[in-house]
């Protein structure tokens, strides 16, 4: 079993940052990709940023030159640093993992974090 689990959300006024922590565990063999992706109240989940195993980085363009994603292998961890906070980056924060475990592979989804932007 995969579990993944988000922390680093929290209420921050327009022009600030955050950064979000993502960390997944178990029976993992490798992690083949992470991402973060937001849902707002009354709209779609979009997809923000993406990471590959090898590095390869992918944005929504509505964040790129804010949001910064990186990970730490030794920890099975990612990170979404978001700078130049704007009210409309409010949403619901998903992490997500596509990983290859003993028992196959996962692309599993963490609960959820929110992130409100305002003054």
């Known amino acids: 079993q995969v579990q993944v689990v988000e922390s680093g959300g929290g209420l921050v006024q327009p022009g600030g940052s955050l950064r979000l922590s993502c960390t997944v565990s178990g029976s993992i063999v490798s992690i083949i990709a992470m991402g973060w992706a937001r849902q707002a109240p009354g709209k779609q989940r979009e997809s923000v940023a993406a990471i590959t195993s090898g590095g390869s980085t992918d944005y929504a363009d509505s964040v790129k030159g804010r949001f910064t994603i990186s990970r730490d292998n030794a920890k099975n961890t990612v990170y979404l640093q978001m700078n130049s906070l704007k009210p409309e980056d409010t949403a619901v924060y998903y992490c997500?993992?596509?990983?290859?475990?003993?028992?196959?592979?996962?692309?599993?989804w963490g609960q959820g974090i929110q992130v409100t932007v305002s003054s």
């Open positions: 997500n993992a596509k990983v290859l475990a003993m028992m196959g592979t996962f692309n599993n």
